[in-house]
């Protein structure tokens, strides 16, 4: 069985995530818009808040709206999807909108998928790493293509994040997922450069 799915997390706002989609989170009632989704209607000129305003949209578990980003941010769109009631949102929602962002994300043919914790307090996502993890995987097994997860975390739990899934990982999909730290990245993207710079 292959790698299907790759995590990394991302510390960076969602405006500054790259990647070929983002999904953001939005409950009924929030004014203004909270986390990765009150970032990206801020770059978008408010066009999420316009259409709550004007209740073409509410945050109902189910609604989604599209929009592209026309270079204010640095994935061309963001999928806004609604959550339902703050208050009766539980694992076993977090679970099914989560499945739901990656099964849109493949839908729309993107194999770099920016995702925050959907509804999920920053504190509390390592907690929730390995009920993450299989919400992530089920879209994926069936299809066997490969998708990189760049999850957005806060700074201060990114260590705790990391943590949490590599031990996710190695318990229940050691085979199809694997954890790419930002270290690596970082190195991967310094050979790269100087790479380059040898061949000038």
Known sequence: ???????????RPV???????????????????????GRADWRLCGLVSKALL???????????????TLGRMRVPRVLFVGLGERGSFDRQALAKSSEEAVQRGLDMGAQRLVLEALGTPP??????????????????RARRSLLTLRLLVAAAESA?????????ILRVAPREA??????????????ASRGAEQAI
């Open 15 to 37: 405006e500054r995530a790259g990647g070929d989609l983002a999904v953001a989170g939005f409950f009924e009632g929030d004014r203004p818009l909270r986390g990765a989704a």
């Open 123 to 140: 504190e509390q996502v390592p907690d929730e790493a390995v009920g993450l993890l299989g919400a992530f995987l089920a879209p994926l």
């Open 54 to 68: 004007e209740q073409r949209c509410l945050g109902a578990p189910g609604e989604e709206i599209l929009v592209p």
């Open 1 to 11: 069985m292959s790698v299907v799915l790759r995590v990394e997390l991302e510390t």
């Open 160 to 168: 705790r994040t990391e943590s949490a899934f590599r031990a996710a």
């Open 178 to 191: 694997s954890f790419v730290s930002g270290r690596q990245q970082v190195v991967s993207r310094s050979s």
